[in-house]
């Protein structure tokens, strides 16, 4: 009897540890902060990036940047076509649903000082990494996309929430069967 119940422990320990392994790489996996200069042209995805945009404020009164505006053709004298809330500016989070398909060169403004002219971004387009068939059919080969160390968003763990779920329901299952 006392075979069984130190063997079912030591299992419950071993699965427990398991679980943890599989759990604590995907919770401690961040994406980093991208650092955004005025001028630069970044790269959306669908893979969310983090912004600073500490560097686009106005470098006098160092007040935060509460939106990012897009103004028609460019020019902030003409209409403004898309407002991006900004509520904290070290810490932006940003994706091709925030933009909705509207790329191009935002203009930073802060309800302390205005619009900021002179600071402004690019917003484009991330490509996509297209797979090309060569006459077999087993062989796959990615075309390599040139882009800047500085805009390339990195990589996460694919669904990290389910890991963590899954491991609890283990435990929550080994913890029922060891009860019996």
């Given at each position: 009897m006392t075979?069984?119940?130190?063997?079912?422990?030591?299992?419950?320990v071993i699965l427990a540890v398991l679980a943890l392994?599989?759990?604590?790489?995907?919770?401690?996996?961040?994406?980093?902060?991208?650092?955004?200069?005025?001028g630069e042209t970044i790269e959306v995805?669908?893979?969310?990036?983090?912004?600073?945009?500490?560097?686009?404020?106005?470098?006098?009164?160092?007040?935060?940047?509460?939106?990012?505006?897009?103004?028609?053709?460019?020019?902030?004298?003409?209409?403004?076509?898309?407002?991006?809330?900004v509520p904290n500016d070290d810490y932006y989070k940003i994706n091709i649903h925030t933009l909705k398909g509207k790329y191009?060169?935002?203009?930073?403004?802060?309800?302390?000082?205005?619009?900021?002219?002179?600071?402004?971004?690019?917003?484009?387009?991330?490509?996509t990494a297209t797979a090309t068939q060569t006459q077999t059919a087993a062989t796959v080969t990615e075309t390599p996309t040139e882009t800047s160390p500085a805009t390339t968003a990195p990589t996460q763990a694919p669904l990290p929430g389910l890991i963590v779920i899954a491991a609890?329901?283990?435990?929550?299952?080994?913890?029922?069967?060891?009860k019996r």
């Open positions: 075979y069984e119940k130190a063997i079912s422990r030591h299992l419950l392994a599989l759990v604590a790489p995907a919770a401690a996996q961040e994406t980093s902060k991208l650092a955004a200069q005025s995805g669908a893979e969310p990036i983090i912004l600073d945009l500490i560097n686009l404020r106005n470098q006098d009164t160092l007040n935060p940047i509460t939106e990012l505006r897009k103004y028609r053709d460019d020019d902030p004298r003409k209409e403004v076509t898309q407002v991006l809330g191009g060169q935002y203009f930073a403004y802060s309800k302390a000082d205005g619009l900021i002219e002179h600071n402004s971004i690019v917003f484009a387009q991330a490509p609890l329901g283990i435990c929550g299952l080994l913890a029922a069967a060891q």
